[in-house]
């Protein structure tokens, strides 16, 4: 017989990991409420146009990584390799542009990139996404960078940094970018091979090139900032100016350009302390032309994604234990096929109550029964037996103190909720 095994750069998320996810995913959900942002959902597929527009044609997500097939009408489908574009698209095809802006939206959920699997990078993995629409203030970047800069704070993170840079827009970027040409035609027989093609196709990725060669060509390099028009250098000048009116020290990184062909103006990525050289937890930007790239009204925006798993892995790597899961702190045992029918009856009753319970199955002695409040640490262990049956009482165990009880079975409710109030 086959055993089936999980597809390379999937993962099985079990049980000793999943206190994390509930963890993060409510300190997520804290910080979208403090800031006022509402969640919007989109599908998992896509058309594959969609992302090679939006991301970008030259970059390794569309060359390299989407995972792309053909539907059953010969339409070209993708998984999603990122949220802004289909956010865009939702945006747009739902006429958003409508409502008052700003928009501000966050989701959640799986990603799917065909890259080389490592720690805390999968083929599926989820990331956490926000997303402003409809205000080229500067301000608004601020505040983008301060709902990834309060979500790490709650979650434990320490010694965070912000780099900022600009990438220019369409007006200043070109003739940047054939500067930045100009300056490595000399040094291309130097290059790596991934950075001779990146020089050919896209040369903004040069700058955020992880190969130790090209890093050194890079220090003797053009910076974006000294070619910005007026307007892009204005933008990049106010928001260095309200970062430093709410006191956020921030870091200018003449090589952060991000991954994506849709950002114009600022980018920017949060690192932390104690991660090693896994220590970027956050990236994102503006994006003011993909709206209009993907068939809306000119429209700017700006937003950042960042990865749960490598939360998870920071968390981990730091020493930060989760709160542990919450577990039902009753159980149901009986002893006979009658006992059995009433304690189905009272875990009903209970779950009616948004008491936790967990009945105990499969007719086993009382003693194995009991162990299974003994497992998840339970306050009481209700029994059931005959007599009890045939009274209208169950017995009540105190697992803290093994002191038992008998109470009425139409004044257990009220009875668990009284002791555990007093309890507390």
């Known amino acids: 017989m086959t055993k089936y095994k999980r597809i390379t750069g999937m993962r099985d998320v079990l049980f000793e990991e999943q206190p994390y996810w509930r963890y993060i995913l409510s300190k997520i959900q804290a910080t979208a409420d403090l800031f006022g942002y509402q969640r919007l959902d989109v599908p998992l597929v896509e058309p594959a146009n969609l992302f090679i527009?939006?991301?970008?044609q030259g970059t390794d997500i569309v060359e390299k990584e989407m995972y792309i097939f053909d539907d059953r009408?010969?339409?070209?489908?993708?998984?999603r390799p990122e949220f802004t574009a289909g956010i865009m698209r939702a945006y747009i095809e739902n006429g958003l542009h409508t409502m008052p802006p700003p928009l501000r939206l966050w989701t959640t959920g799986p990603l799917f990139r065909h890259e080389r699997p490592q720690a805390g990078r999968y083929r599926q993995h989820t990331q956490f996404d926000i997303e402003v629409i409809g205000e080229q203030d500067p301000a608004v970047d601020v505040e983008v960078m301060s709902v990834a800069w309060h979500l790490f704070s709650s979650l434990g993170f320490y010694g965070l940094?912000?780099?900022l840079n600009s990438t220019g827009c369409r007006v200043c970027r070109p003739t940047y970018i054939q500067t930045l040409v100009n300056y490595f035609n000399p040094l291309a027989d130097k290059l790596p091979q991934d950075d001779k093609m990146r020089?050919?196709?896209n040369p903004l990725r040069i700058l955020d090139s992880k190969e130790p060669i090209t890093h050194?060509?890079?220090e003797n390099a053009p910076h974006i900032t000294d070619y910005l028009c007026e307007d892009c250098h204005t933008h990049f000048s106010k928001l260095k100016s309200y970062l430093e009116a709410i006191d956020r020290p921030y870091i200018v990184d003449y090589h952060i350009v991000r991954g994506l062909d849709y950002y114009t103006k600022t980018v920017f990525e949060i690192k932390a302390d104690g991660l090693g050289s896994q220590d970027t937890i956050c990236g994102g930007g503006r994006y003011d032309g993909l709206i209009e790239e993907l068939g809306g009204k000119p429209t700017p925006g700006i937003g950042f994604g960042s990865g749960i798993e490598r939360y998870i892995m920071?968390?981990?790597?730091?020493g930060i234990q989760p709160p542990p899961e919450p577990l039902p702190k009753v159980t149901v045992s009986y002893l006979g096929e009658t006992a059995k029918l009433t304690a189905l009856k009272v875990v009903e009753i209970l779950h009616q109550a948004n008491i936790g319970t967990i009945f105990t199955p499969?007719?086993?002695?009382?003693k194995a029964q009991l162990k299974s409040a003994h497992r998840i640490q339970a306050d009481f262990a209700i029994i059931l037996g005959e007599e009890e049956v045939l009274q209208g009482q169950v017995t009540v165990k105190d697992m803290r103190n093994s002191q038992q009880s008998r109470v009425a079975l139409t004044e257990l409710v009220g009875w668990l909720t009284q002791t555990e109030r007093k309890n507390d």
Request: aromatic residues 4%.
């Open 53 to 56: 527009r939006g991301v970008g």
């Open 199 to 201: 020089l050919q196709k």
């Open 73 to 79: 009408d010969g339409s070209q489908l993708a998984l």
């Open 314 to 318: 920071a968390l981990q790597h730091l």
């Open 362 to 366: 499969g007719d086993r002695a009382l």
């Open 161 to 163: 940094r912000l780099y």
């Open 216 to 218: 050194g060509l890079l």
